[in-house]
C-alpha cells in the first residue's frame, strides 16, 4: 500500500493538471482577498481571520472549477491505463483504489483549501490576524475538520463517475453536470422552498456561520456515512468492472 501511495503522490507532483489546480486557487484566493475587506457589502473587519472564514463560505463557485481538474485527474488514470498497470504489477484491486481514493480527495480538498488560505495570509501580512489566536485556532479546527468531510463527501462523486465510465471525457462531463446542477439547486431551493437542510453546501455555510460542538459532530458523522456510501458503492464496481 506504501509503494502505490508514493506512486501517486509522485503522479500527483508531476502532473500539470495537479500543479495547474493548485497554482489557480492559490493565485485566485491571493486577488481576491482585498475584495472582501474593500466591499462595503461584507463590512468586515481588517483582519485575515474574517476574509479566511467568508472565502471559505463564499467558495461553493469554486467546487465546479475544482471538479474539472479532479475529474480530469481521475479519468486519466483510466485513459493512461496507469490503474491497470498498477493491478497488473500485482497490486490488490483494494490497494489500488484505495489510493486512488486518498489521492484524489487529498488533492481536491487541498486545492479548495489553498483558495482561503492564500487570500488569508495576504490579508494577514497587510492587516494582522486580528482575532485571539488561542480562540480562533479552536474554531478554525472545528471548521477545517468538518468542511474537509463535507467536501470529501463532494468530491467522492467524482470516483464514482470514474469506476463507471472509465472514460475521461464522459468522467468530466458527468462529474460537473451533477456538481453543478447541485449548486444550483443549493442556490435556488431557498427560494423556491424546496429541502436542502442536509445538503453538504448547506451544512457547510451553516458550520461556517454558527460552529457549535455539536453541530461539529453531527455534520461530520453525517459527512463520513455519505462518504461511505459512496466509496462503497464504488470499490463494488470497480471490483466488478472489466478494465481494458
Not at 127 to 148: A, E, M, R
Not at 162 to 187: C, E, K, M, P
Request: aromatic content about 14%; glycine content about 4%; charged content about 10%.
Amino acid at each position: 500500500m506504501k509503494k502505490i501511495l508514493k506512486m501517486e503522490v509522485y503522479e500527483l507532483t508531476h502532473d500539470f493538471i495537479c500543479l495547474l489546480m493548485i497554482g489557480i486557487t492559490f493565485l485566485f484566493g491571493i486577488f481576491s482577498g482585498s475584495g472582501y475587506l474593500e466591499d462595503p457589502y461584507f463590512n468586515l473587519t481588517k483582519g485575515g481571520y474574517e476574509v479566511f472564514i467568508l472565502m471559505l463560505y463564499d467558495s461553493t463557485a469554486l467546487i465546479i472549477l475544482i471538479s474539472v481538474f479532479t475529474a480530469l485527474l481521475m479519468g486519466k488514470s483510466f485513459f493512461n491505463r496507469t490503474i491497470v498497470l498498477k493491478i497488473m504489477s500485482g497490486n490488490s484491486r483494494k490497494n489500488v483504489f484505495l489510493s486512488k481514493v486518498i489521492s484524489i480527495l487529498t488533492i481536491s480538498t487541498i486545492s479548495m483549501l489553498m483558495f482561503p488560505i492564500s487570500g488569508a495570509l495576504t490579508m494577514t501580512i497587510k492587516y494582522g490576524w486580528n482575532v485571539p489566536i488561542l480562540q480562533s485556532i479552536i474554531t478554525l479546527f472545528k471548521i477545517i475538520i468538518c468542511t474537509t468531510l463535507l467536501d470529501f463527501g463532494i468530491f467522492s462523486v467524482i470516483i464514482l463517475f470514474g469506476v463507471i465510465f472509465r472514460d475521461t471525457v464522459r468522467t468530466v462531463t458527468a462529474s460537473v453536470i451533477t456538481i453543478f446542477l447541485n449548486v444550483i439547486y443549493f442556490a435556488y431551493s431557498y427560494i423556491l422552498n424546496l429541502p436542502r437542510s442536509m445538503h453538504p453546501l448547506c451544512l457547510l455555510r451553516t458550520i461556517l456561520a454558527n460552529n457549535s460542538w455539536s453541530q461539529f459532530i453531527i455534520f461530520s458523522l453525517y459527512a463520513i456515512v455519505l462518504l461511505s456510501v459512496i466509496l462503497l458503492v464504488s470499490y463494488n464496481i470497480f471490483c466488478k468492472c472489466e478494465l481494458k
